[in-house]
């Protein structure tokens, strides 16, 4: 059971190239989101999607899309990067989140990119 | 909208101490997470709770789940080297899909 599967680990861009961050998990996981990670800032959540076709915006969510095609898979795409983008990424995924219990989230190992 | 304040920000403890961390939210939470994260990793979930005045442990982890449902408490026993990282809270109101993290209290343990 590979659980959340983030791709890839590393990635350098130059500044205006576009780049797609992949997310899969293998738990028929309802819930996915993505965060990003800065020193000092904690974990601050970009997008989210709580089934396949559905995806809402988070707290930070200029310069970033996503979209939710299948349960398995909730990729993230940088359309212009910029260097304030430069950030560790991190995708999660939980079970039904209005559940009472077992909602906890799982994350990937990130994907530190760097934007020049 | 909704914060969670997480403290101390950083411990410096010597190996065997006790240590204590907390989290406080503006609004009452219906679930809390405590997680670990070693560098270079992702976060790693250590407790859930589901109920106010839950106290639940995972080896020398003890978290509880304060009574107002506004904080919570992430006690470490005995601590070693292995415990340095960064822990964060989470937490999530009733009937939202979204956590809320705390800003990670960053632990050294000194051999």
């Known amino acids: 059971n590979a659980g959340v599967t983030q791709t890839p680990k590393f990635q350098v861009l130059k500044t205006g190239q576009s780049m797609t961050l992949q997310c899969a998990q293998d738990?028929?996981?309802?819930?996915m989101s993505w965060y990003r990670q800065d020193p000092g800032m904690g974990l601050r959540l970009i997008h989210y999607?709580?089934?396949?076709?559905?995806?809402d915006q988070g707290e930070v969510p200029n310069g970033y899309n996503v979209s939710r095609s299948t349960t398995e898979d909730f990729p993230l795409r940088l359309l212009s990067a910029a260097p304030s983008q430069t950030s560790v990424y991190f995708c999660?995924?939980?079970?039904?989140?209005?559940?009472?219990?077992?909602?906890?989230?799982?994350f990937g190992q990130g994907t530190r990119l760097t934007v020049v | 909208g909704q914060q969670l304040n997480q403290s101390p920000q950083s411990m410096f403890i010597q190996e065997g101490e006790d240590v204590s961390m907390n989290c406080t939210s503006s609004?009452?939470?219906?679930?809390w997470l405590w997680y670990k994260q070693e560098p270079g990793e992702g976060p790693v979930l250590l407790i859930a709770?589901?109920?106010?005045?839950e106290l639940t442990s995972n080896g020398r982890l003890t978290a509880q789940f304060g009574i107002t449902r506004k904080d919570s408490f992430l006690n470490i026993s005995a601590s070693i080297p292995s415990d340095v990282g960064i822990y964060f809270c989470?937490?999530?109101?009733?009937?939202?899909?979204?956590?809320?993290f705390g800003t990670g209290t960053r632990l050294k343990v000194l051999a």
């Open positions: 999660a995924s939980s079970l039904d989140s209005l559940r009472s219990t077992d909602t906890e989230a799982f």
């Open positions: 738990m028929n996981h309802e819930y």
């Open positions: 999607s709580v089934g396949a076709g559905i995806t």
């Open positions: 609004s009452i939470f219906n679930t």
């Open positions: 709770l589901y109920k106010a005045g």
């Open positions: 989470a937490g999530r109101s009733s009937g939202t899909y979204k956590y809320i």
